[in-house]
């Protein structure tokens, strides 16, 4: 007596039941508490990559799959509405995505004007008060766009790298000098 296939199972109980969609599917599967401790184990080793399709191949199917019924009055890459609450596809998956970058820029932001980062001044209260790191024309120098950089480059990579590529369209030669508004100059402002 030969058994089907786990995936066979799957779709054999999908269609039988009419009540069962593929996102409650979705949404029992990666419900991990409750679990048996192979069905932890398979999910590991989908999500650390070692099968044969990974995470971002089924995310790129899921992406065009979800494109085919996009709503073109349907707000995508909502900041303000959390993802969870929306149950379009295309309006989901780009909130999801817009709203994790905003809130991992959001955390390099916090961490680049951190005292220890380099990043802060203070400015004084009164007049007499000593302030170490007290903003004024003395405190630049011949490194201070250097200096700067590499400040955010360290502490904020993903904000640099977004700030630099919206600086530096790609229509421009990325080789070629500016004159008169060189993009790291205006990414470090």
Known sequence: MSYPEPFDQILQVLAAADHYTIG???????????????????????????????VGEVLEQFDEVAGQFENPREHLY???????????????????????????????????????????????RKKAEPIKLRLSWDTYGATTFEDVQAILTKHQPLTFHFIQHLANPEHHDLGKEYRYRPPSFVCIN
């Not at 820029?105 to 004084?124: C, I, K, M, N």
């Open 24 to 54: 409650d599917f979705l949404v029992d599967l990666f419900h991990v508490t409750g679990r048996s401790e192979h069905h932890g184990k398979m999910l590991g080793v989908f999500l650390r990559g070692n099968t044969m399709y990974g």
């Open 78 to 124: 909502m900041l303000t509405t959390p993802y969870k609450s929306l149950k379009s596809s295309c309006a989901a998956l780009t909130s999801y995505a817009a709203q994790k970058v905003r809130d991992r820029l959001s955390a390099e932001q916090y961490v680049a004007v951190d005292p220890d980062s380099g990043l802060h001044v203070f400015t004084p």
